[in-house]
C-alpha cells in the first residue's frame, strides 16, 4: 500500500504563487505516476497535472503554461508549482498514486488526505 501525504495549501489570492507537496512512501516511488486533482465542495475531481514514473508530465489545460509539476526521486516527493492563480483555483487539493499508464482516471488510485486552498480576499 502506497500512502501520500500532501502539504503546502492555505490562504492565496488570485495572481499569487503556490507550490503543493506530496511526500510519498510505502511501495517503490518510481513505480508510480503521482497525479493532483482538485475538488470543490459537492462537485467531481478534477484533473490538474501528472508525473509519470520517467517524469513526463502532463496538464490540464487551464493549467498549461502556469503550473510545472516535478518530482525527486531520492526524496519520494512531488511538488506542484502554481503561478498566476485564476479564479476558481480554490478547494482541496489531492495527491494521487496510479500504476504505470494509468492515465486520468479516479478510479484504481491511491490518495491523500488532501490540502485545502482558500481564497484569502
Known amino acids: 500500500q502506497v500512502q501520500l501525504v500532501e502539504s503546502g495549501g492555505g490562504l492565496v489570492q488570485a495572481g499569487d504563487s503556490l507550490r503543493l507537496s506530496c511526500a510519498v512512501s510505502?511501495?517503490?516511488?518510481?513505480?508510480?505516476?503521482i497525479g493532483w486533482f482538485r475538488q470543490d465542495p459537492g462537485k467531481e475531481l478534477e484533473f490538474v497535472a501528472e508525473v509519470r514514473g520517467s517524469s513526463t508530465t502532463s496538464y490540464a489545460d487551464s493549467m498549461k503554461g502556469r503550473s510545472t509539476i516535478s518530482r525527486d526521486n531520492t526524496k519520494n516527493t512531488v511538488h506542484l508549482q502554481m503561478n498566476t492563480l485564476k479564479p476558481g483555483y480554490t478547494g482541496i487539493y489531492y495527491c494521487s498514486a496510479s500504476p504505470s499508464g494509468h492515465g486520468r482516471d479516479v478510479a484504481g488510485r491511491s490518495w491523500g488526505q488532501g490540502t485545502e486552498v482558500t481564497d484569502s480576499a
Open positions: 510505502g511501495r517503490t516511488f518510481s513505480d508510480y505516476d
